[in-house]
């Protein structure tokens, strides 16, 4: 049975060993865990729980936080640990806290401290190395060789002695040597450098030791001691640059009790709603000896501690005054890097309580500039959720009054957004748990409020919270609808988009027939907003319309069904509007059409849309215009309005798509207007893989369109004649090459005479296409294929040689011995590319690689023999540069090269499998990004903070390198399978 004894009571029972009265007690993983729980056992009014019930008196769990144990456990408990307390947990916070706050200088109660920041312009450095300077000076005139000599001497007598003078005095307090000079730990015992020495801590030193601590570190972990300043300064200079550290003059003589080191622990009462109870404080000390088990009352200690503020504020400790924290937020909008790098050091120091999220929005309401108004907005999101849990009563209310009293009063927009984030933040929490049961009311007068920006805000919460609650939300889901339907018709812009985003976010949560119904009735606004923000002008808005309803056909199509036939109009319409609608929004409204094809091509075909379709491709596959810019981020309306062609090719049958293809392409490609030219040749390529299987059957048709547009006057016809040719060669195999005798002299043509970088560059991927597949059929063009591409390797186009010097391979793989006269020259070409080494060219060094082990392969070993160790050479070489296309074409290459060297390969081996290791094992390359437009927070949170708001936007950016380097994998699986085949028992 399980009593709730005061614990003052439970002490005056321990002498009483037949007391039935126990303590339940639990120990959860953490610090001396062990040994915590073994100490509690063989006390006789304590006893064990297997896991964490109600009514325990004491409790250590690490891995939740302590606030979310007491709120289970619903009763007061005694606990050994507060969450969020570093600012007197952590060594660098607690002395920059006392050195702000108290009256008296720290020195006077603690040894020389400094906390330095490793390689950074840090006055503390400064002032240590100063400080120690100035000792090694004074210590040199006294002799300090002597006193070091002594105090080693008596160091090594206290190692044989044992305890000192804690030996015969069990009792007594004494003040000896506790660590060891260059140990690792500083949490070895040392005995007292002289029996029975009585000395002060304040006594003067005769030693220039210091101790160097990592901040967050216990239990003596990582805790140096230096002789004098050069050692720690070499010290500190093999750290890791950015890293904190606490350096300390170095105590000889502490004091002891028992001849230890000790602290003093001070349990508190704390009840489930993390109200802290001073009045149940011990009045007497009552420090733990792990060795024995009998305790010992330290009655001579007074505790100094005056902990009756904590009844005032709840677990919230006002580390910082309103004054200071707005100087701090302005100073990390100036772009002074060092006021900046300070505020952020200072703001960290006390981010871990719940009163620093307090103070931001208390300062996102009063500070009388909108940055830092915003600035602190964003700020107390990121702490928010965590600081929440652990906030009393009295601070969630304040915090709720003064965020609606800034929903309703603040001025700026941008404010406004932020301030309305940060309430979805905590809302989100609160809401559910029933600890803001007003926001709702709230928000529903503001959304019918006369001020556009209360409705918007409102809008913008709402969205938030249907977003992430919206379960939470289903009884109100008929009035929200009605608000979210008055706002997409509001005058104000603003209130439209975010009227928009939350009737997009309450979609996905509507699931019974009724609730669909009342999402349907939606649909239409959604348009007629849409067409509004188009005729006026407003893009954004529009986009996000557009953007809703795409989201809608994945999330909740039902919805849509009934609209289908008006909405898929609405889109083409759009679409297809030139010179009357912004470019993006067409491209929406096409991306609408194309998820559509996707997802719902057969109810399409059913309800008979599929040629209306088909259509609006055509027309926007002919749309003309300037010239495309590669480097242009917009994609040229001509490719995005054909993606859904390219959809429905690969959903329906060819029949459904192929006779209105040939029919357009029949009527355009003749045609006087260029672009109705180009238009209907890359319509062709657009659907040569969903349809292969009829063109192969009508190549007689269409390969003649194609080499009329390679003769096309007009280079725009051209390229994309090519690059119908190149999918046409890609997808119909292995009957298109039986047409090669048509189609390669038109390319060789080309090439001939077209000069134009993009009409070449297509010309030779349809040239390398065909050379890859073909055999002896490619001889009487082998030497004037092997003519132009030697040629155009000398051009200075890199692109153009790379693609050369890939058709050189190609055709090196498919003519076997024929291609033994074409040999040497090109290997030379290929040993000089193979020395390129600039950032720009290692592409073309990769292709020549490459090329190289095709034509020894070809050529065979004897020919090759001659250039054997410096092709190698060359291309060990290129392994070590950074370049992971590089090195998949150099893995390729010596995956050719096995079969060929054979034996000689063999020294290769232990040079080259580490390389292929490393590249396996690479995993870098996937990071978290913050949300675009946010500010930057830089040191203020920690990147291995546990207390950041997991709420928080964030994205995943895939550096395009790591994908590069997965694609190795197959490179080195592939040159290892060949090793092993062919070296056997050697390579094993």
Known sequence: MVHDVPLKEAIKQENSPGSESKFTFFVGPGNNSELVRKTLERRPWQALASHVVRMMNVLQVRQRSVAEWVRRMGNKQYLNHLDGLTCI?????????????????????????????????????????KVCKQLDSKLKGQGASQSSAKISKGNDKAGKDGAGSGENHPDSLSAASTDEPGSESASRTASSSKTGSKASMKSPSKSSHSKVKPTNNNRGNGIRVFRGFSDVDTHLKKKQVGSQVIVQKYIERPLLYKGRKFDIRCLVLVDNNMNVDGSDMWDKVYPVDSNKDKKHFLHPLVLVADLSFLSQYPLTFLTMEAAEAEALLGALLLPQNDGIKAAEQRLKAVSSSPSYTILLIDRAMSSPSPQIRQLAAVLARRKCIRHWDMMGDEDRGRVRSMLEHMLAHEPEHLVRRSIAELVSSIAKLAVP????TGLLQFLLEASESDKSEHREVALMVFSSLTDSIGSQLRPHFQQLVRIFLRGMSDAAAPVRMAALAAAGNLIQWLESGQEKAMGAEMVPSVLQVTQHCIEVGEEETALQAVEMLTE???????????????????????SCAKDRVEVAVREKAMMFVTELCGQKAKL???????????????????????EEDEDADEEPVFKFGTVALDVLSQQLSSRVIVPQVMSHVMANVSSPDKFKRRGALYILGVCAEGCSESYVEQLDTILPWLLQGLGDQEKVVKEHACWALVQCAEFCQPEIMEHYEQVLPGIFRTLQEEAAPNVRRGAMFALDAFCENLGEELEPYLEELMRKMLELLHGDSLEIRELAISAIASAAGSSGEKFVPYYPPVMQQVLQLMHLTEDDALSLRARATECGAVMAVTVGKEKFAGDSVMFVQLAMAGLQLDSNELREYTYGAFANLAGVLQEEMLPLLPSLLPKMIESIESEDGVTEVEEDGAPSLRGIVSPDSDDEDESDPKALAVRTAWLDEKVLIDAVADLLGVVASVYGQEFR
């Open 89 to 129: 947990g952590r060594k660098n916070e607690l002395y920059f806290n006392l050195k702000s706050y108290w009256k008296i200088n720290v020195h006077e109660i603690a040894p020389p401290t400094f906390v330095i920041s490793v390689g950074e312009a840090c006055p503390e450095y400064a002032e240590f190395c």
């Open 433 to 436: 748990a029933g600890q803001w």
């Open 552 to 574: 809608t056909i994945d999330s909740n199509f039902e919805l849509l069904e009934g609209h289908l036939a008006t909405l898929v109009k609405f889109m083409l319409d759009v």
């Open 604 to 626: 399409l075909k059913k309800k008979h849309m599929i040629p209306m379709i088909l259509q609006a491709t055509f027309t926007l596959a002919s749309e003309g215009g300037e």
